[in-house]
């Protein structure tokens, strides 16, 4: 069916009786139409004079055209005159919020000689205003910088309609990967990992909404289009090998590992574990005492009850012993901290304190006091390969183990990375351009307090809007956490059910007209619906997303994607492409 035609058949749902730019338009709805049918998240198109309109349904109301009608209603039984007062003494209204809008330029103009008419939206045979495309048409999607006239039509978006605001997944022009459905059509909604992993990212909702499952979906999509190399701390052993589906029959869905087998590796802090679920070529992971420096532990400081003192008497012990200031505490007596503490100003009431507290890590499988290797230099390199590392935590899944390897780790690396990104614009070289790294961390919210964010590694590479190359992606449950400087800078945020005030409000941290977005965002359902907004996509949607199934195993891993020649892929994006009207 050709973009006009498809027009033609539609039929229009409402008039647009008023409106403004900021508040949103408010449409009454035509009388065959069932405000039933309306659904919050909803995707439609206003058909102005000049330019089209894409808006998102941010509510339903219901109207009566006399008050009398509220204060004598008909009795239920009485269907006749409900039937005669629907659709002028009792009609639906529905609130649009506009996000784009195109208008189309003719390259020929018109004149009484040519015929041609100056407004390229023209009546059809059926009396419906429909797109009737010109000699050269340019379809350049625009921020809304206006609003549609009074009894404009609106009309739920076709197919094209979808394609057109979030392209496809075949376009070789760009990486587009399907993340889900519109709640009503079974058309793709793609979003560009090449925008996506150029500013840090995150993915919230309440605990049981499938956050494990969405990040699961994105992190293959990025794999799959090499749109970024990977590093997953993997808090649950829930990306890298099986993980427990959810609903009530036990099954397993496939990890990363059995999806792309020669693009990620495994490193465990728990190799037993790993063992025991199976886990094929899992490389082990150590770390010693001599790795761990002062602001590792200044990250854990909550979780290992440590004062300010402590931290102050620890930069004393590290500026005295340097990396062996932990084997060095841990060895002390108390004459030999006495003593230290007379040389050295120390607070002996603190660094005992400190001693015991540190005592914990010794309960720790993966800490050594030296190692024979430096495996954080193993990740390094497993990276600059161009694998995807998954690290693993097993039994090590407390959140002192989870915040002090994620720390220890995303250190080096970043500052590895900051020297490749030094090199690169120093040399302008593009075999120095390193290859884009995103880091994903769940329970986010304790890395990004606002207590703790300005002295920690993730607030800074979240600051760095990928100056360095570095991003992040942040799953977590409790987005109100989170300082609000980060939040503004997160670029895409794939968002689940909420229902706390505070973590909806903090979703739309420097979101410009988020107050229709709340109400999409309080009503979606709990299981498999997701707000997405942001950098990655040219307006806010609600996708049914994608299943993470046997379908998808299918599609993620179909051969056919690499064997198709460039030649191939470019013909079937034009084929699209013209049957799209473009």
Known sequence: MTNDQSMNSAQPLGSVIQGSLTGGLEVRLHPDISVEDMRVGKFLVVQGMRSRFFCMLTDVTLGTANQRIFASPPGWEDTFLREVLAGSGTYGMINLSPMLMFTPESTETYSPTNGKSPNPFVPSATGLASFQPQTSTTMELLPVKTIPSH?????????????????????????????????????????????????????????????????????????????????????????????????????????????????????????????????????????????????????????LGLSDAALDNANILFSEFGKSWIVQLLNMSNEDIEMFCDEKRGHKGSIMALQRKLLRLDSLK??????????????????????????????????????????????????????????????????????????????????????????????????????????????????????????????????????????????????????????????????????????????????RTRPYDATFYAEIGDPAWEEKSDAEVFAAAELAKADLGF
């Open 366 to 543: 993966y800490m050594r006091a030296v190692c024979p290797q430096n495996y954080i230099n193993k990740i390094l390199q497993s990276l600059e390969a161009g694998k995807n590392v998954v690290v693993e935590f097993g039994s090590q899944s407390n959140m002192l183990s989870y915040m002090l390897v994620t720390n220890m780790i995303t250190r080096r690396i970043h500052e590895h990375y900051v020297k490749k990104a030094d090199k690169f614009l120093q040399s302008k070289n593009p075999l120095d351009r390193p290859t884009p790294l995103m880091i994903t961390i769940e329970e986010a919210h304790r890395f990004l307090d606002p207590a703790i964010v300005q002295s920690t590694i993730f607030g800074t590479i979240a600051r760095e809007l990928r100056k360095y190359f570095v991003t992040l992606l942040v799953v977590d449950q409790r987005p109100s956490g989170i300082d609000n400087e980060v939040m503004s800078q997160i670029g895409t945020r794939i968002t689940a059910l909420l229902n706390d005030e505070k973590d909806i409000d903090a979703i739309f941290t420097g979101v410009s007209g988020a107050g229709g977005l709340r109400s999409v965002l309080a009503k979606l359902d709990s299981k498999q619906q997701a707000l997405i907004l942001g950098h990655a996509v040219p307006m806010p949607v609600v996708v």
């Open 151 to 303: 009894f404009s039509q609106v009309y739920e978006a076709s197919e094209e309609d979808f394609r057109r605001v979030f392209g496809w997944e075949d376009d070789p022009q760009r990486k587009n990967f399907s993340i889900g459905k519109p709640l009503d059509m079974d058309v793709p909604i793609c979003i560009d990992l090449n925008r996506f992993v150029e500013r840090s990212n995150g993915v919230f909702g309440k605990s049981g909404t499938g956050k494990s499952f969405l990040t699961r979906l994105l992190l293959a999509g990025v794999i799959r289009k090499n749109a970024a190399v990977n590093l997953i701390f993997d808090m649950h052993s829930e990306y890298g090998w099986e993980a427990v589906a959810e609903g009530k029959n036990v099954n397993t869905v496939k990890g990363l590992k059995q999806l792309f087998p020669g693009k990620v590796e495994v490193y465990t802090l728990d190799p037993e574990s790993t063992k025991r679920r199976g886990v094929r070529d899992s490389h082990e992971l150590y770390l010693s005492y001599e790795q761990i420096e002062v602001e590792d532990i200044k990250l854990c400081s909550r979780d």
